[in-house]
């Protein structure tokens, strides 16, 4: 079956820098690529998706970029900031399924004041 | 408006019974996900209903784990013969799965099940 691979699995950045996760996933055939955050102990929530007739989205301090050939994507926070702190999770859709999702494994990401 | 809910929110078993676990999802939602997230991990797909037509089953662990939605909006999860490694989080999810433009599976709060 589909496999989606996240990381890293933890990441450490000081408040206003950058942080990178990078996800790869195996079905050529997935076409929608969301991206949750998870606080703890409450429900993954929706912060950026794209679908794969686009290789970049971007809202505010959020963007993600896709690239279709190689069969990975990537999610970009600026500018970080404490209440970013969570584990996100990155996930592709699995084809023929009604965009059930497969999930990559989570990034705890932490920003440092 | 209301958000999926689920129920029980935390749910102990003892090995070898069964349990059932319920998802409301949001009204209107044609599309309706079952997942399991166990300690540390992603999010493992388990079946997938849309409207009133037959579930994508293909995510299933086991035959002891069968999910039904009645209607097309409530659904109930059932676990027989439970085992500890069936000890997790279940997570509901509900979409418009494309009839407006957005693809956001909405999530319940989840119900934790510990078998003993």
């Known amino acids: 079956g589909e496999n989606v691979e996240q990381h890293p699995s933890t990441l450490s950045v000081q408040e206003g820098d950058s942080a990178v996760i990078k996800c790869t996933y195996s079905d050529s055939a997935s076409n929608y690529f969301p991206w949750y955050k998870q606080e703890l102990g409450k429900r993954p929530q929706l912060i950026i998706d794209i679908r794969s007739n686009v290789g970049e989205k971007k809202d505010q301090r959020i963007a993600v970029t896709l690239n279709k050939t190689a069969k990975h994507f990537s999610l970009h926070i600026t500018e970080t900031q404490p209440e970013d702190s969570a584990v996100y999770f990155c996930a592709a859709s699995i084809p023929n399924s009604g965009y059930a999702l497969n999930f990559g494994k989570g990034t705890s990401l932490l920003v440092t004041p | 408006g209301a958000g999926v809910s689920q129920s029980p929110s935390n749910k102990v078993t003892e090995k070898g019974k069964d349990v059932e676990l319920r998802c409301d999802p949001i009204s209107g939602h044609t599309a309706l996900y079952w997942y399991r997230q166990s300690l540390g991990q992603g999010l493992e797909f388990l079946i997938y209903?849309?409207?009133?037509?037959?579930?994508?089953k293909s995510g299933l662990p086991s035959d002891r784990f069968s999910a039904e939605r009645t209607g097309g909006s409530v659904s109930t999860l059932t676990i027989q013969r439970t085992q500890q490694e069936d000890s997790a989080v279940y997570l509901c999810a509900s979409s418009s799965a494309g009839l407006t433009s957005s693809y956001e599976q909405y999530f319940g709060p989840g119900t934790r099940l510990t078998v003993t």
């Open positions: 209903f849309q409207g009133n037509s037959a579930p994508d």
